[in-house]
């Protein structure tokens, strides 16, 4: 656009682009793309990062003073690769400054109250209709709609709300809800944000039009979520037939059979291991490992590792951490290099988690040269293409004055291409829409209708993409091995371990360890548009279903790697499972920072087990989710750049690497970094105004951190204490300063009525307060019909028929969505195999035969 406003004020220099050729070197695939980044908060500024990332030009518009994110010590991440500008949107003439930006803007963030964007003129009616071609996104904390729509999108209310404080009360040897530290709720509510921009912009080029996009922090954390949802449904349909066993008991003692295979336990000089042995014969490696092979054959140990008895799994649990405890950790280590089927991750902590041996060896730990700060070491870009960074890393910009950007080369826009010598498959009757209804109209498609995925994932944390993808419209095929992948069989009850994760799939059960296996799915992969595998290093090779393979066959073929690891290095070889990873990057130890104290004892090194269990492994927010959310933001970059003629190589996104950017304050180093605000050890919470109080009944949890809140705050409880005053608390340093004594205040005073009250009455009042939820999600919605309403969906499946399940993570204001549910391992087999030219009789002979099953 020569002479636009953006050109002429903001110094972007313009190229001309050639469709099917990348840009200038370092660019990356979204050079070109614009976006105005109005958010001031976290969820925000994660998701433009990854635009960022990946090359979109970001200007992020700062009110006088600057954005609240410049206090943060992850800053120097969170800005990098931007530019910036100051704009007063309350003053005249701030909103049409903002106007001109918008007319030569692509994408629009923001992270405003519904009641703001009112008051801007910033809704989607405002937007469509002064800016037809623009994308924006609007996240807030619990969504538009609904009963919960009014209260502050703090990450702590949604946290509490949604039961995540109870699920994770285990990370303090005290009784009661726990605070979580790591911003699960944002990181979901970022990247199903990004979902929606990348598909709302792949929606565009056969439209013509843009659209809006709404995302939340509720929906956010619940897309995290593996199993718990679908094994708190069983609980409560079959409560006399299944029951649904907690890992650990109240003593403290283990009660679910997870807890052997994902075993967490400290070595002879005290480094806590987190083992993920979740395959029946990764578990097998790991009890031969330590000495314990008898407890398969010996009857005393009958149904291993789902034990009878509580003195059985109490003995069990005490010989596995004494035996791990007879070994350093250097000579864990040695069993670990020796033996691919063993694996174990010490705690990390902090920015020791980017010095990880695998992060160093992808060029995932960089240092990017800040002007006042100095070197700051940080991730590298979330996705790397054929083994690099996406793009060269800019620092975060001053105040007012941008930094230089790389030239902008304008994408080619256009319709995604079909491979020529391809036929796409045919949708089948159970792909077919039952779509939502749409925020404003109906869209005649789903934004990614048309596209095909073949899902090499296993478990959760790859193939959890595509089922994000399929509620978008996508046709994903799963391919499982001849028994169906393990999730299935991972909870007690029949596929309920993996009824999440398999929801919109087609599944084919396929040998790909045959010539015919392979000849399958190399067609299929001639007809589909995207691949995601997620095997150990040199396992796609070895299945013939590696990135160079399928491409010769298909050259337009975006090809996704989702490794726990890594395609190669020093770990990509070893299993990882959620748990693993969430000690090897930080995630676990931000949660529990106090859980690497001295221990001795065995009483102690089972206290120690379980807060360290519940701080990596404990469902529904771990490090599989977090690493899904990524993967599927990598798979749409990848749609997008194609769409434009920016076509990449072989992208990835890999578990370890993704963690540690849902964790930038703990794992960004630099001179002179302030220490990130921990949690209290009895977890409580990091402030005064930001914590959970016990109340006459149940919890609360206060969000009012805010200098503005403190008025409202003291105003809702002038009836009970007089807090306004109280000459300690006049101040912000003052209450700093006095914070002990201003948790005793608030204490006491919590402490005088029932939860529920408190909240009727401080939300009233406009203060963040909730009654913590002493029960989780699937269970809170069954006695919320109006949470059911609007955070679910009714599908049928398989196992459950008619059922609940939560709903598509976005929603638009044009465009539909599609929620399904899920069907048996190998259930769309024949048809699929009809559809590439199969007869019934060769069909039989293959199922004969063992090739396929189902």
């Known amino acids: 656009m020569p002479g636009s406003s953006w050109t002429r004020e903001y110094g972007v220099t313009e190229t001309t682009s ?14 070109g793309l614009r976006v105005i980044d109005l958010s001031g908060s976290l969820p925000g500024a994660l998701a433009t990062l990854f635009l960022a990332d990946a090359g979109a030009d970001v200007l992020l518009v700062e009110p006088p003073g600057g954005s609240a994110l410049r206090r943060r010590v992850d800053w120097p991440v969170l800005g990098r690769g931007r530019r910036s500008v100051v704009l007063d949107l309350r003053a005249a003439g701030g909103r049409d400054e903002l106007d001109a930006l918008l007319a030569d803007a692509d994408v629009l963030v923001t992270t405003y109250r519904p009641a703001t964007l009112a008051a801007l003129r910033l809704t989607a009616a405002d937007l469509a209709a002064a800016h037809p071609r623009l994308v924006s996104a609007s996240i807030t904390g619990f969504g538009p709609g609904g009963p919960w729509r009014d209260l502050p999108g703090y990450e702590g209310l949604v946290l509490a709300k949604l039961g995540v404080f109870h699920i994770k009360e285990a990370i303090t040897a005290r009784r009661g809800p726990a605070y979580v530290s790591v911003p699960f709720a944002s990181w979901g509510a970022a990247h199903t944000a990004v979902h929606g921009i990348l598909a709302a912009l792949l929606e565009r080029d056969a439209s013509g039009l843009g659209q809006h996009v709404e995302a939340d922090l509720a929906r956010g954390v619940g897309a995290l979520d593996t199993w718990n949802f679908y094994t708190e449904i069983v609980g409560i349909r079959w409560p006399d037939a299944f029951t649904v066993v907690n890992a650990f008991n109240a003593a403290g003692e283990v009660q679910g059979p997870l807890v052997y ?4 336990a400290p070595t002879k000089d005290g480094t806590w291991l987190q083992f993920a042995q979740v395959e029946p014969r990764l578990f097998l490696a790991l009890m031969r490992e330590l000495g314990l092979a008898e407890v398969f054959t010996d009857p005393k140990w009958a149904g291993i590792p789902a034990l009878p008895t509580q003195e059985l799994r109490t003995e069990l649990w005490e010989l596995m951490i004494e035996r791990v405890g007879r070994r350093t950790l250097a000579e864990w280590e040695e069993v670990f290099a020796a033996n691919g089927d063993i694996s174990a991750e010490p705690f990390r902590r902090g920015s020791d988690a980017l010095g990880h041996p695998q992060l ?7 240092t990017v040269t800040d002007p006042e700060l100095g070197p700051v070491v940080q991730p590298s870009t979330l996705v790397h293409d054929d083994g690099r960074p996406l793009r060269e890393l800019a620092p975060a910009p001053r105040l007012g004055q941008p930094a230089t950007p790389a030239p902008a080369t304008p994408l080619a826009s256009g319709p995604a291409s079909t491979p020529s010598d391809a036929t796409p498959l045919t949708p089948t009757p159970e792909a077919a829409s039952t779509a939502t209804t749409p925020l404003a109209g109906a869209a005649p498609e789903q934004p990614l209708a048309g596209i095909t995925v073949l899902d090499f994932g296993l478990m959760f944390a790859g193939p959890f993409a595509a089922t994000l993808l399929a509620d978008l419209g996508a046709r994903v095929i799963k391919i499982e091995t001849l028994e169906g992948d393990t999730i299935r069989r991972v909870a007690g009850f029949p596929e309920s371990g993996g009824a999440r994760v398999m929801q919109g799939k087609e599944s084919l ?20 548009d995207v691949v995601l595998q997620a095997f150990r290093a040199g396992a796609a090779e070895r299945a013939g279903v590696d990135a160079a393979t399928l491409r010769a066959l298909n050259p337009e073929l ?3 790697n989702a490794p726990g690891y890594g395609t190669g290095g020093p770990y990509g070889h070893r299993p990882a499972y959620a748990p693993a990873i969430g000690a090897a990057s930080g995630l676990a130890l931000t949660d529990a920072p106090g859980v690497r104290s001295a221990v001795t004892t065995v009483a102690q090194k089972k206290t120690g087990a379980v807060r360290c269990f519940a701080a990596a492994a404990a469902v529904p927010v771990q490090a599989d989710g977090i690493a899904a959310l990524g993967a599927a933001s990598a798979i749409l970059l990848g749609l997008v750049a194609r769409s434009r003629g920016r076509a990449t190589g072989a ?20 001179p002179g970094k302030p220490a990130p605000r921990e949690v209290d050890d009895d977890a409580w919470g990091p402030s005064a105004l930001y914590r959970i109080y016990p109340a006459a009944h149940g919890w609360v949890f206060l969000a009012a951190p805010a200098d503005k809140e403190w008025p409202r705050l003291t105003a809702a409880l002038a009836a009970h204490v007089a807090l306004d005053a109280d000459p300690r608390f006049a101040t912000a340093p003052g209450r700093a300063g006095h914070e002990a004594e201003l948790v005793d205040v608030l204490a006491k005073t919590f402490g005088t009525r029932p939860a529920a ?6 939300t009233a009042a406009g203060v963040g307060c909730v009654e913590v939820a002493e029960r989780s999600q699937q269970t809170i919605i069954q006695v919320e019909p109006a949470a059911a309403e609007e955070y679910c969906v009714t599908v049928h499946s398989d196992v459950f028929d008619e059922h609940l399940r939560p709903g598509p993570t976005t929603r638009f204001s044009r465009s539909a969505t599609s929620p399904k549910g899920f069907t048996h391992a190998g259930a769309r087999t024949d048809a699929i195999l009809a559809e590439l030219g199969y007869g019934e009789a060769d069909i039989a002979d293959l199922r004969d035969r063992g090739i396929v099953g189902g």
């Open 261 to 264: 295979p994902l075993l967490t």
């Open 18 to 31: 050639v469709a099917g050729q990348a840009g200038p070197a370092g660019q990356g695939p979204l050079a």
């Open 757 to 762: 009250d408190w909240e009727r009455d401080l």
């Open 651 to 670: 992208l990835t996104a890999t578990m370890l690497a993704t963690a540690t950017h849902a964790i930038l304050d703990q794992v960004v180093d630099y």
């Open 509 to 528: 059960c396929v040998d790909l360890a045959t010539d015919e296996g392979r000849a399958i799915v190399h067609e299929l992969a001639k007809r589909a």
């Open 558 to 560: 975006v090809y996704v």
């Open 360 to 366: 160093v060896h992808d060029g995932r730990r960089v």
